[in-house]
């Protein structure tokens, strides 16, 4: 399992097309990937909905918990997304 924070640099914070690439680019791997925001339950990175439900604003930080066998590429390429769009 594999685990990664990040605070949210983007004005809007996750909104419908970031959130949107971000679901795409999970989809691609077979790990499962949970999304959390503070005082909030993880929910499915693969769940929009539940994504933009979070409500992530600027300043927010988000947990993401990566586990599968592919964990590791998901990390860096959930990372390096996160860094040139949030």
Same mark, same amino acid.
């Given at each position: 399992?594999?685990?990664? !924070?990040?605070?949210?640099?983007? &004005?809007?914070?996750?909104?419908?097309?970031?959130?949107?690439?971000?679901?795409?680019?999970?989809?691609?791997?077979?790990?499962?990937? !949970?999304? &959390?925001?503070?005082?909030?339950?993880?929910v499915?990175? !693969?769940?929009?909905?539940?994504?933009?439900?979070?409500?992530?604003?600027?300043?927010?930080?988000?947990?993401?918990?990566? &586990?599968? &066998?592919?964990?590791?590429?998901?990390?860096?390429?959930?990372?390096?997304?996160?860094?040139?769009?949030?």
């Open positions: 399992m594999k685990e990664f !924070t990040y605070i949210i640099e983007d &004005e809007i914070g996750i909104h419908a097309r970031p959130a949107g690439n971000l679901v795409k680019l999970i989809k691609t791997f077979s790990s499962n990937v !949970t999304i &959390e925001k503070e005082g909030k339950p993880p499915s990175g !693969t769940a929009l909905m539940k994504i933009m439900g979070l409500g992530v604003k600027c300043g927010d930080t988000v947990k993401f918990t990566i &586990e599968g &066998e592919d964990e590791e590429a998901a990390l860096q390429q959930l990372a390096e997304f996160m860094d040139a769009n949030l």
